[in-house]
């Protein structure tokens, strides 16, 4: 496939952890890739070195996913740079837990904002901008299911996320565009290992039938499943990928 005949997907937050392994899955899926991140400039730029040096095409582009007019300066660029977007993977997000009564102001309205109103803006501008046929592809968590001590806002901000998903999935209609989510269990990244103990990580690890934490690839595979024609059928639907968890 040519440069010109490839489709498009742009991944946000994807300058490492789970979004750079979807970032390369997808790029040797064959699409041309637009790396999305927030703040970690040299991660993206990693990221995207080491995409070019095997052969694919990919950029990186800075934009805050809770600030609209970034959002549409991401599509503006992607759009420029690679061409209409195919594809959309909404995995920028931020995860901080605490009991419910000890949550700030802050956390919440950031947790909120960064989840919720980040995905809703890429939402938005994709019904405006997607091609239609487009697969669109959110990010909610195991832990709506699972609904763990701590994770009070996260969750209910990822059970929003859920709910944007069924329903824009239906206002599509007749743009044969595809709306779903992907629900991780534990994956063995950086954001999760950190503040961990080796015993809390055993714990975890040990929680899902399969007896192992879940790997960026794994989440990758989903991703690629769900932005492929093999899901051609699934639409409006969230997948729990979690080892069997819940």
Do not use: C
């Not at 790396?35 to 052969?55: D, P, S």
């Not at 660029?77 to 920028?92: F, H, Q, S, W, Y």
């Not at 409006?236 to 979690?242: C, D, I, S, W």
């Amino acid at each position: 496939m040519n440069a010109r005949t490839q489709q498009v997907a742009i991944v946000t937050g994807a300058s490492r952890g789970i979004g750079a392994a979807i970032a390369w899955r997808l790029a040797e899926d064959g699409y041309k890739v637009a790396v999305n991140y927030a703040g970690n400039v040299e991660e993206a730029e990693r990221t995207v070195e080491g995409l070019q040096a095997a052969g694919h095409v990919a950029l990186a582009v800075r934009a805050d996913v809770s600030r609209p007019d970034e959002v549409r300066a991401l599509f503006e660029t992607t759009e420029r740079e690679l061409g209409k977007i195919d594809v959309l993977v909404n995995n920028a997000g931020i995860l901080k837990t605490m009991p419910l009564a000890e949550t700030t102001d802050e956390l919440f309205a950031q947790t909120f904002a960064v989840n919720v109103q980040g995905t809703f803006n890429t939402l938005r501008e994709a019904a405006r901008r997607m091609n239609d046929g487009g697969r669109i592809v959110n990010f909610s968590t195991t832990v709506v299911a699972t609904r763990l001590p701590g994770y009070a806002a996260y969750t209910a901000s990822k059970a929003a996320v859920e709910a944007l998903t069924g329903i824009f999935a239906k206002e599509l209609r007749g743009r044969q565009l595809r709306v779903n989510a992907v629900a991780p269990g534990p994956v063995a990244t950086e954001l999760f290992f950190n503040g961990k103990t080796p015993e809390q990580i055993e714990y975890y690890a040990r929680m899902p039938p399969l007896e192992r934490l879940g790997e960026p690839e794994d989440i990758a595979r989903v991703v690629s499943f769900l932005a492929g024609p093999d899901s051609g059928w699934v639409n409006g639907q969230v997948l729990r990928a979690n080892g069997g968890l819940a």
